[in-house]
């Protein structure tokens, strides 16, 4: 029983296209992520969701659009996509607070591929 | 503006002797540090983590040392399997807990050689 799961985990599509990437936990976690892995193989986050609220939204493009229907899913949106967004997109949760050991719950990837 | 620094991108080490992945930070608000394991094609998966207010922690074969002074952090195996052969990532976090999720470096490749 996965318990954050991305979909889907390869993704090939043209420039230009919109996609989207999906997240689910099944954790109970009151905050989700959004993170990605370039080819310089760095993880870097992208958003942070508390609660469906964005908390965290880095210096990402307004091409990428993350959307919590609720808090236990966290969905990528990205428009007009360019060569440079091929990376591995990975989702994670962790419950928020400070009993909590801090870490976080990492799905599988997608990996991202324009051509 | 790497704030966590790995600065070896692969180390080999021989089956049962010791691996030891180093890690650097630079922020000192960072308060809790973390190693993930990551095998190709997985998410990073947790393996052992440190608070600020200890300078060691141990789990089975693996131990964290934590130089604070030094901004300086260590991961340690022993001995080394190999199954451990993967991509070792050291993260750090300003508040443990926090919703401002974790700062990583770039991992180090650790092959275990038989």
């Known amino acids: 029983d996965t318990a954050v799961s991305q979909t889907p985990k390869y993704l090939v599509t043209q420039m230009g296209n919109d996609k989207s990437i999906k997240c689910e936990q099944n954790?109970?976690?009151?905050?989700m992520y959004w993170y990605k892995q370039d080819s310089k193989k760095f993880l870097k986050i992208m958003f942070s969701?508390?609660?469906?609220?964005?908390?965290i939204n880095e210096t990402v493009p307004n091409r990428f659009s993350p959307k919590s229907p609720d808090k236990a899913h966290l969905n990528l949106h990205i428009n007009s996509l360019e060569l440079g967004d091929s990376a591995v997109y990975f989702c994670?949760?962790?419950?928020?607070?400070?009993?909590?050991?801090?870490?976080?719950?990492f799905g599988e990837g997608s990996r991202l591929t324009v051509l | 503006d790497q704030q966590v620094k790995q600065n070896s991108p692969s180390l080999s080490v021989q089956e049962g002797r010791i691996s030891i992945l180093n890690c650097d930070y630079t922020n000192s608000m960072f308060d809790y540090f973390l190693w993930y394991k990551k095998y190709p094609a997985e998410g990073p998966t947790f393996l052992i983590s440190?608070?600020?207010?200890?300078d060691k922690n141990e789990d089975g074969r693996f131990t964290v040392f934590l130089n604070k002074s030094a901004k300086h952090l260590s991961l340690h195996i022993v001995p080394s399997q190999p199954g451990d052969s993967a991509v070792y990532f050291c993260a750090a976090s300003a508040i443990r807990g926090g919703a401002d999720g974790l700062t990583f470096g770039k991992g180090t490749h650790l092959i275990i050689q038989p």
């Open positions: 440190i608070s600020s207010i200890k």
């Open positions: 954790l109970g976690h009151d905050t």
């Open positions: 969701y508390n609660n469906k609220e964005l908390i």
């Open positions: 994670a949760s962790r419950q928020h607070g400070s009993s909590n050991t801090g870490e976080l719950f």
